[in-house]
């Protein structure tokens, strides 16, 4: 398992969550959600700076038959532009199959309303789609997902 801490990101069309896992890497914790539009790359970037991440592990949305489709062609290129912008910190795209309906899942269990899971469900998708990317690491023993 390699070392340091990684920050998590769930890109949307109106927010984008991010989380952020502790130095050895064994837990994905909720950050803060950040409004998409011109100055998220920016806000994303100073975010970077101030946890100290190595990495960043975007969730890439896959179709369930493993086919990308429009939403992935959005993420690719809002990552080439994160890329520019937070260099030389690397990107890693991540499947993210089932990781909102996952996070919505654990907000549900845990007593919050619709209501209020609206607020903080790109942050807990960002967060599962970490501890995934985290989990799946440890147990291959290698870095998961694609590199950018």
Do not use: N, W, Y
Request: hydrophobic share 40%.
């Amino acid at each position: 398992m390699r070392r340091g801490r990684r920050h998590g990101v769930d890109v949307g069309d109106v927010r984008i969550g991010v989380s952020v896992c502790d130095p050895d890497g064994i837990l994905a914790s909720p950050v803060e959600t950040v409004a998409a539009g011109p100055k998220a790359i920016a806000r994303l970037a100073e975010l970077v700076g101030e946890h100290e991440v190595f990495e960043c592990v975007v969730g890439l949305p896959v179709g369930l038959s493993g086919r990308e489709g429009p939403a992935a062609a959005k993420v690719r290129a809002f990552c080439a532009d994160l890329q520019v912008a937070i260099d030389p910190v690397p990107i890693r795209l991540f499947d993210e199959r089932m990781s909102t309906m996952t996070a919505d899942t654990l907000l549900r269990q845990s007593g919050r309303s619709t209501r209020t899971t609206r607020a903080i469900i790109d942050q807990a998708a960002a967060t599962v789609i970490l501890q995934t990317a985290l989990d799946s690491e440890r147990t291959r023993g290698s870095a998961p997902g694609e590199s950018l």
